[in-house]
């Protein structure tokens, strides 16, 4: 027996009076609350509006359970319905006892967001990127539900870190009294570690239009396909795991959507068109601008346009050049009589003849 191990929790619900707090439950719930954190925080950054995360995870959030759950039921559906099922058809409703398909999950949380995005006219892609690592995260932390449920564990191991199951539990060996690989843990810290590389492959690579989501799903796929193939609980069946082709359900779909998250990476590889992280209906004047600045466009100019077109307001606003009026800067101009020369030769006249009378008495 190894000296060292992971003991299985002595228990996975506690009561609150009549209330019931499974643990399963407040894993999943935990996760929410990060990943809808970290994403709010990556969102604002992008210079989305405050809270729009937080509005889109509520429909994302009910869409994913359903979606796990369906996904779940469809793939354990001997669990319900078969006919030496353990568990009532009715209790395929019981999420709160587990069995959540992850694949479910992201493909009708999916739906939700998209539905959301729709209704507020952001771009899918921005909104998928920003959540990506967030997602990771809330992965690492709801397994830690199957550790308290005694599920997702590999096969045997004497490794310090093996995981003690109880006897009898589904997909343990008869008469093995020993540990088994810790599936969970596994992919725990398999999540952590994706959910840091995306933020740095963000940041470093600058990936949008959806490119970061898919570098998501690639690097979860690869990471759960190896781990699936550890374990030893049933997927599929009452008391064993459905193979096709010699590999459990769960690694074909990860092989599928590894494929695909591949595909996508290289169709869009050259796409840069502008991305809305801003609904219409809450941008502002300086939104606006700063949108046309991104796309290329020069914002107008009403000021200057205003002093080109109409020259006449900018005479009336004192901007224009003064005219011949003003030059004497309110000096009074000399009147006609007194600066005219012919008026002068006339006085000069009337002199000469008052000289020539006067002379003519004195002879």
């Known amino acids: 027996m190894p000296l060292a191990s992971i003991p299985s929790p002595s228990q996975g619900v506690w009561y609150l009076g009549p209330i019931p707090l499974r643990a399963y439950a407040l894993c999943i719930v935990l996760g929410v609350i990060v990943a809808v954190w970290l994403s709010e925080r990556r969102w604002r950054a992008r210079g989305g509006t405050p809270g729009t995360m937080v509005d889109i995870a509520v429909p994302a959030v009910i869409f994913g359970l359903i979606g796990g759950r369906l996904y779940h039921v469809i793939t354990d559906w001997q669990l319900y319905f078969g006919p030496d099922a353990p568990n009532k058809p ?71 870190w093996g995981l003690e199951i109880e006897p009898g539990r589904a997909g343990t060996i008869e008469g093995y009294t020993g540990l088994y690989h810790p599936a969970f843990l596994y992919e725990s810290l398999w999540n952590v570690a994706l959910g840091f590389a995306l933020i740095w492959a963000g940041r470093r690579f600058t990936l949008r239009h959806g490119r970061l989501f898919a570098l998501y799903v690639a690097g979860y796929t690869v990471g759960r396909f190896w781990i699936e193939g550890l374990r030893v609980d049933p997927v599929g069946g009452v008391d064993h795991a459905v193979h096709f082709l010699g590999l459990r359900i769960n690694q074909w779909t990860a092989i599928a959507l590894f494929v695909g998250a591949l595909v996508y990476l290289w169709v869009t590889r050259n796409k840069d068109t502008e991305e809305i992280v801003v609904a219409p209906s809450e941008q502002t004047p300086g939104d606006s601008a700063a949108s046309a600045a991104v796309a290329g466009e020069e914002p107008a100019d009403e000021t200057r346009s ?58």
Do not use: H, M
């Open 90 to 160: 009715y209790e395929a409703l019981f999420i709160w006892n587990g069995g959540l398909g992850i694949w479910g999950a992201v493909a009708l949380g999916g739906v939700g967001v998209w539905l959301s995005c729709r209704k507020r006219g952001l771009s899918l892609g921005a909104v998928a990127d920003t959540v990506a690592p967030g997602i990771a995260f809330a992965q690492a932390i709801g397994r830690w539900g199957n550790y308290f449920n005694q599920e997702l564990f590999g096969g045997p191991t004497t490794l310090p």
């Open 306 to 363: 205003s002093e080109t077109d109409s020259p006449g307001k900018a005479e009336l606003s004192g901007k224009a050049e003064p005219s011949g009026r003003t030059e004497t800067s309110g000096e009074a101009a000399p009147s006609d009589a007194d600066s005219s020369p012919e008026g002068a030769d006339e006085d000069g006249a009337e002199d000469d003849r008052a000289k020539a009378v006067s002379e003519e008495k004195k002879t």
